[in-house]
């Protein structure tokens, strides 16, 4: 049984993910920041679905706090499937964007990536077996207007994702991108009605989570061993 630690397991994304990983038969850590009691009742589900889980509760922003939580998780050994999936939206056309929604998308998405995933790179070397799954977005591909902080947080995330599966691909860890198109969770709700969906998504619907955790998974598994260093697309052909 592996180690999997998912941010943002208390989400839309990060829910299905957690769930999918557990039925695959790996230890879930759920991790959470405001969202304590949602992660708690996640792994309580997976537990009485005859799974294994426990929670982690920590801000990806704060480096210190979030070393002091991951030195806990790895006293009881090295975590050796990743996926990090916390993100946030601020949303604004850039002439009106305020510093600090610029601050606190990267902060989350890309020094959050910097202060879970460095601790934790280590330990998992020396397993010689890992997977690191960073959740980004179309929008670093294709770009979308009013997300210029987060579509620039977010593909930072790929160059960082592509530097990183080179340093480990000699020793079993690899290291992916996950980019969601609209996905239905409550990050997108009030952004886009049926109508929108119809018309900038080719599938004419909007993805479930548990499409992206069933490529997460997949990405995570035995069978992906040879898989490193891509930004993968699920978007129901947006681009
Ligand atoms: P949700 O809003 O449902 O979940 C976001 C998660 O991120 C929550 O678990 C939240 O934790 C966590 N989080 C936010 N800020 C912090 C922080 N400072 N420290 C730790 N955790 C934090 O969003 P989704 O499930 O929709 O999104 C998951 C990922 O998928 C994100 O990275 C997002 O950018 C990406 N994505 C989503 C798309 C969509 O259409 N939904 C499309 C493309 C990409 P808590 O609630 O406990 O505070």
Redesign the pocket.
Known sequence: MKRALV????????AAICRRLAADGHHVIV?????RD??AALAGEIREAGGSAGIAV????DRAATAAALAELLDEGPVQILVN?????ADAVFPGMSGEQWDSVVD??LN?FFNVTQPLTLPMLRTRWGRIVN????AALAGNRGQVNYSAA?GALHAATRSLALELASRGVTVNAVA????E????DGSFDTDAIRRIVPMQRAGR?EEVADLVAFLASEQAGYISGQIISINGAMI
Request: no cysteine.
């Open positions: 941010t943002g397991g208390s989400g839309g994304i990060g991790h959470a920041n405001r969202g949602r992660a920590f801000d990806v922003t999936n916390a993100g946030i939206h989350v998405s959050g959740i980004s977005s179309v977010k969601p198109g609209i996905i969770t409550g990050m997108i989570p």
